[in-house]
């Protein structure tokens, strides 16, 4: 079976996907890197896309909108375009939980889009949605994911679940917003499981892709049994709590897939950063 062309490869999520599914890596880190801007031409050979590549920090958004909007909008127009001239058999676009607006109740993929609510990372995740649904061919399927907050063991911890558990690991207290905020975080294996599940038998759509809804008090309380350590986690505005949940059903149920259990999740992740 052909390979397919996978954007952004070598980052955190690309190479977990790069590690089960055939594929040609297309990175600005790459031995040849390639700007996505100016890319070469399609190569043929490939089945079809994994468009993982963006600008996807929001801080870098809003720091150098242009470049974002250029990257994360135009240059995702113009690679469908060539996939799809090329005769690629789809395109898989990894979108985000941020085109959501915050709410305690779960998101499904048919809610309301708040566009004057989302941060500048959000807008462009959303405008890409629909450009590409606007000039989508029946012969190259769209297929979008709604990502959940990836997590996994990386070094520095980056994301929320992986900083409460490093600093559990560490016996160290740790201050948050509010220790109800939560998301539907998605281990970067799962995620590159799903995709991987996409990629062997595609079906077109718009798909929210995340875990199991958990808020940072209770990922604490885990690591906590885990570890046998029992730091403080400290609020500086308790009140004002940051949630956004994803219900994943469709996805689920149209792939066949389930994540492992947050809870396996963090215990390998205590186990990971305990080790030095």
Request: proline residues 9%; aromatic residues 6%.
């Amino acid at each position: 079976m052909n390979p397919c062309l996978l954007t952004g490869g070598l980052g955190f999520l690309g190479r977990h996907v790069s590690a089960c599914t055939e594929c040609l890596v297309w990175d600005t880190a790459s031995e040849s890197p390639v700007n996505l801007r100016h890319p070469p031409p399609f190569p043929a050979h490939c089945r079809g896309v994994v468009h993982l590549a963006a600008v996807s920090n929001d801080a870098a958004c809003r720091t150098n909108p242009a470049s974002a909007w250029d990257i994360n909008i135009t240059a995702t127009v113009q690679l469908y375009l060539a996939a799809a001239a090329a005769g690629a058999e789809f395109f898989v676009l990894a979108s985000s939980e941020w085109v959501y607006p915050d709410s305690p109740h779960s998101h499904r993929e048919d809610s309301p889009l708040v566009p004057a609510t989302l941060g500048t990372y959000g807008l462009t995740k959303w405008a890409s949605e629909l450009a590409l649904a606007r000039i989508a061919v029946e012969s190259c399927p769209l297929v979008i994911l709604r990502l959940g907050i990836l997590y996994g063991p990386r070094r520095p911890p980056v994301a929320a679940p992986e900083k409460v558990v490093a600093a559990v690991v560490a016996d160290e207290p740790l201050t948050v917003g509010s220790k109800l905020t939560g998301r539907s975080f998605l281990h970067v294996e799962d995620a590159a499981a799903a995709i991987a599940a996409v990629v062997a038998s595609p079906v077109p759509g718009t798909y929210n892709l995340g875990g199991e809804p958990l808020s940072l008090d209770k990922i604490h309380v885990i690591a906590c049994e885990a570890s046998g350590q029992t730091p403080v986690l400290s609020e500086s505005s308790p009140s004002t709590p940051s949630q956004r949940f994803i219900d994943s059903t469709r996805f689920r149920s149209t792939f066949s897939w389930s994540p492992t259990s947050l809870a396996d999740r963090i215990h390998s992740l205590v186990a990971t950063y305990g080790t030095a």
